[in-house]
Antibody
Framework: EEILVESGGGLVQPGGSLTLSCLGSRFIFSSYWMTWVRQVPGKGLEWVAAISEDGTKTYYLDSVRGRFSISRENANASVTLRLNSLRAGDTAIYYC???????????????WGQGALVTVTS | DVVMTQSPESLVVSLGERATINCRSSQSVLNSGTGKNYVAWYQQRPGQPPRLLLYWASTRDFGVPERFSGSGSGTSFSLTISSLQAEDVALYFCQQYYFLPFSFGQGTKLDLK
C-alpha cells in the first residue's frame, strides 16, 4: 500500500516559521501532483497548496499566498511546505495528499498522510 | 471560488437504517463534454486522515462497500449509506475538484442512535 508520512509539525510563535515535509513511498511519486490540506481538529478541511508533477507549477489558497511556499524533490519522493509569517489562524493539522492530474483533468485526493500538527501560539 | 455547502451538519441514525448527506456547489461542477461531475466524498473516522469514498459523484473507490452510493449532477449531490454499520460513524466531506482552489464542504458528523 502507498505511504505518505508528514514531519516537521510543532509549536511556533506568531510571526514565526516552520517547514513541513512529506515523504512518499510505494508509488511513482513523480507521476502525481502533491497537495497540502489543513484541518482544525474536529472541523472542516481546507485546501492550502498544490504542486505539479515536475514542480514547475504551484498553486495556493489566497490567504496563504506569499506566506507559504510549496516545493518538491522527486529524487527523494518528498514535498515540502514552508510556512512563514504564521498566524494563530494557521493552527491546524496539515495533511499531504496525492492527486493524479491527467492533462488538465484533475482527480480527487486518493491517498493522504496521517498529518502533522502545527500550533501557532504566544 | 466554488463554495460547497453540506447539510445537515450532524446526523443520528440507527444501525441498519439509511443515512443521506447532501452537498450543494455554488456553481456547476459538471463537465458537459464528458458528462462527469467533479465531486468526491470522503470519510474521516476519529483520529484518522480522510479516506476517499466516491469520485465523479457516484464511482466508489477501491474497497468501498456497496452500501455507499452517490448521486446528483450540476450543483446538487448526495451521499447515501443504505444500511448504517457501526464503523460508518465518522465525519463526511464533499469536495469539488473541477476548479482551483479545490474546496470542501464543512462536513457532516454521523453518529449512531
Amino acid at each position: 500500500e502507498e505511504i505518505l508520512v508528514e514531519s516537521g509539525g510543532g509549536l511556533v510563535q506568531p510571526g514565526g516559521s516552520l517547514t513541513l515535509s512529506c515523504l512518499g513511498s510505494r508509488f511513482i511519486f513523480s507521476s502525481y501532483w502533491m497537495t497540502w490540506v489543513r484541518q482544525v481538529p474536529g472541523k472542516g478541511l481546507e485546501w492550502v497548496a498544490a504542486i505539479s508533477e515536475d514542480g514547475t507549477k504551484t498553486y495556493y489558497l489566497d490567504s496563504v499566498r506569499g506566506r507559504f511556499s510549496i516545493s518538491r524533490e522527486n529524487a527523494n519522493a518528498s514535498v515540502t511546505l514552508r510556512l512563514n509569517s504564521l498566524r494563530a489562524g494557521d493552527t491546524a493539522i496539515y495533511y499531504c495528499a496525492r492527486v493524479f492530474v491527467d492533462g488538465s483533468v484533475y482527480r480527487p485526493f486518493d491517498f493522504w498522510g496521517q498529518g502533522a500538527l502545527v500550533t501557532v501560539t504566544s | 471560488d466554488v463554495v460547497m455547502t453540506q447539510s445537515p451538519e450532524s446526523l443520528v441514525v440507527s444501525l441498519g437504517e439509511r443515512a443521506t448527506i447532501n452537498c450543494r456547489s455554488s456553481q456547476s461542477v459538471l463537465n458537459s463534454g464528458t458528462g462527469k461531475n467533479y465531486v468526491a466524498w470522503y470519510q474521516q473516522r476519529p483520529g484518522q486522515p480522510p479516506r476517499l469514498l466516491l469520485y465523479w459523484a457516484s464511482t466508489r473507490d477501491f474497497g468501498v462497500p456497496e452500501r455507499f452510493s452517490g448521486s446528483g449532477s450540476g450543483t446538487s449531490f448526495s451521499l447515501t449509506i443504505s444500511s448504517l454499520q457501526a464503523e460508518d460513524v465518522a465525519l463526511y466531506f464533499c469536495q469539488q475538484y473541477y476548479f482551483l482552489p479545490f474546496s470542501f464542504g464543512q462536513g457532516t458528523k454521523l453518529d449512531l442512535k
